[in-house]
Structure formats: C-alpha cells, structure tokens
C-alpha cells in the first residue's frame, strides 16, 4: 500500500530556532500533499495544501511566513517552523494524495511531534 | 507496511439503520484509536477515541468496540443520518506516532 513518511518524527529544539520537518510518499507521485496540526483530542486542523511546482495555498488564520512549505518534487514536501515558539509546540502531520490513484485517496503521514523549550 | 487497515473502501447504508465501520491493525502496542470523519475539501475532524485497555466507548449516536485478541475494532452510528456521509479513518497510535487507515466512505441514503 502506498506510504507516507516524515522526518524526523519528534524535535526538540530552543525557542527562536527554526525547524525543518519532510513529508516523503515512498512509492507514489503527489502533486498534492496536505500539512495539518494536530491538537489533543481534537480535530486535525488544515493549515496548508502543498502543490508541486508552486506556492503553497495557506488556509485562514495561518501565517505563511511562519509556517514555510515547498513542494520541489512529486515525493517531497517540506514544512518549516520559522522562529519557533512554545505554542508551536504540536503534532504536525502531512498527507499525500495518489495522483495516479483512482480517486482522491489520502494517506497520511505518521506525524512529527514538536516540542519548543 | 499497513498496520492500520480499512478493508471496505466504501458503505452505504439506508438513514436511520445502523452503520458499521470496520478496523485491523497490526501493532499490538498502540495506546489508543481513534475515528476521523472528513469530508471532501476540510480537514479530517475528531469523532471519537477508545483507549487499547477498553473494549467500549459511547458517545451519542456513536460507538466504538475494541477487541484486542483479534486486533479489530468497529465503529457504529446508529441511527445514521445524510450527514453523517463522509470518509470515515481508523487510527492507532502509539510510539509517539499515529497510524492511519485508509478511510472508508460512508453514503448515508435518505
């Protein structure tokens, strides 16, 4: 079955430092990935949809600046937390849409869990 | 390697009769599960979690059961409404990280 990875799966870093997290499909081409974080217990909140090739389509209330995507190729999204903070301390999950898959199948990523000290 | 599987892609099922959503997993060593509902163009929304020393959780119209001898859980709404058609995810977790099915959609028909 297809699968999703991210990279790393947990970061511990100091606040003010900016953090990279990858989001790979492993046997599949996306030319949408989606990145969503996670709340406890709590609906999974879309902050982005991530095309190849071009800019990233941020959703209300996040802030674009902060949170970088590039989506240089059909396998590989990343998400940069630019000048971390503690309350960007969240699980950070990715999903991938199989562009050549019958219909609009997402699979998701194990997620990254940031902590901001 | 799947360890969360949906093996029914697709449900449909007549409104106010019972749904019947079905889980496997693999990895006996999730902490607990729990049920996405999404519907097209949104995120994935939190409907209900169950934690891997339960059998049962109720919340309304929903209900998850938990068998861990055979790996397997189910989720049931009854009684099921137009609204509740959507794709349904099944999800473990445990070592930190969550493990997603592959949905199942759900048709509820009026």
């Known amino acids: 079955g297809a699968v999703v990875s991210q990279h790393p799966s947990r970061v511990i870093c100091k606040s003010g430092t900016s953090v990279k997290i990858e989001c790979r499909s492993l046997d599949f081409q996306a030319t949408t990935m989606f990145w969503y974080r996670q709340f406890p217990k709590q609906s999974l909140m879309l902050m982005a949809t991530?095309?190849?090739?071009?800019?990233?389509?941020?959703e209300q209330g996040v802030e674009k600046d902060k949170f970088l995507i590039n989506h240089a190729s059909l396998t590989l999204s990343t998400l940069t937390v630019t000048s971390a903070h503690p309350e960007d301390s969240s699980f950070y999950i990715c999903?991938?849409?199989?562009?050549?898959?019958?219909?609009?199948?997402?699979?998701f990523g194990p997620g990254t869990r940031l902590t901001v000290l | 390697d799947q360890q969360v599987k949906q093996n029914s892609p697709s449900l449909s099922v007549q409104e106010g009769r019972i749904s019947i959503l079905n889980c496997d997993y693999t990895?006996?060593?999730?902490?607990?599960f729990l049920w996405y509902k999404k519907y097209p163009a949104e995120g994935p929304t939190f409907l209900i979690s169950i934690s891997s020393i339960k059998d049962k959780n109720e919340d309304g119209r929903f209900t998850v059961f938990l068998n861990k001898s055979a790996k397997h859980l189910s989720l049931h709404i009854v009684p099921s409404q137009p609204g509740d058609s959507a794709v349904y995810f099944c999800?473990?977790?445990?070592?930190?990280?969550?493990?997603f099915g592959t949905g199942t959609s759900l048709t509820v028909i009026p």
């Open positions: 999800v473990g977790y445990g070592g930190n990280q969550f493990y």
């Open positions: 999903s991938a849409r199989d562009s050549g898959g019958p219909g609009n199948e997402q699979f």
């Open positions: 991530s095309n190849e090739g071009s800019k990233a389509t941020y």
């Open positions: 990895n006996s060593m999730f902490d607990y």
